[in-house]
């Protein structure tokens, strides 16, 4: 009886860490598929940029590999045929993606100045145009020593899904959006401080909401149709002389922050729900 009860407390502690383990693992600080890529690749799983004065920019390893891109006619919150047709993509690459959109002090911190519209330091900065994006990447790449720039439309959606195939990152149910996003329903109506909600499963913040996010890539809604298989680097133009935008923002409803889901703006003209985040490979 006495080493029965001794061995309980061991066996109560054993089976906490391990449903620690397991919430770590569910709510996505690190993967089984990046701890795995990032042994065989000899990379670390996260990296921290110093941007000077105490402010820092996390980044995480998105490992390559292939998924389904884009969404069937009949997914919920579709409302443009510019999401299909689904067709596979590769991604034949390791890159590292900032954990969230960028926030105002690291603009500060990288720049100089302070971003229009200041709300905060830890809220993401906004009103931002696509050439403003390009700008800071090109700044933050003379100081990290590693390439940085906006991620491709494909990266974005790779990234985003992170092994999932569903509407969302967290499933298809809508109704579970205001544990992982800022939107029309929960946002008051503003961009809210970053990393407030939970990550997708490869530990990126608001992937889903608070601002839409710049990609590299111009838009055209007939380019499925013809993207190539392996890194997709979208079309040489524009038509409209539009970029992408993904992720959905603070005054959208729940269909527009869909993985899938895209928009397009001008890329001179910054809006106060436009944002981005960066995607970095080393030299």
Known sequence: MPKRRALLPLAIAITLVA??????????????????????????????????????????????????????PGEGGRTSSDEGPPHRVRITKPFYMGASEVTEEQYRAVTGKTPAGFAGASNPVHRISWHEAVRFCKMLQQEAGMDVRLPTEAEWEYACRAGTGTAYSFGSDWRAISKYAWWLSNSEFKAQPVMKKKPNPWGLYDMHGNLWEWCLDWYDPAYYAGSPLEDPQGPSSSDRGMRVLRSGSWHYYAGSCRSADRHAGNPSYPLDYFGFRVVASPR
Not at 33 to 38: G, K, M, W
């Open 19 to 72: 449903l620690a383990g397991v919430l770590l693992w569910r709510r996505g600080y690190v993967s089984e598929e990046q701890r795995n890529a990032a042994r065989e690749l000899r990379l670390p799983v996260t990296k921290n940029l110093d941007l000077g004065g105490g402010v820092t920019m996390k980044l995480v390893l998105i490992p390559p590999g292939e998924f389904i891109m884009g969404s069937p």
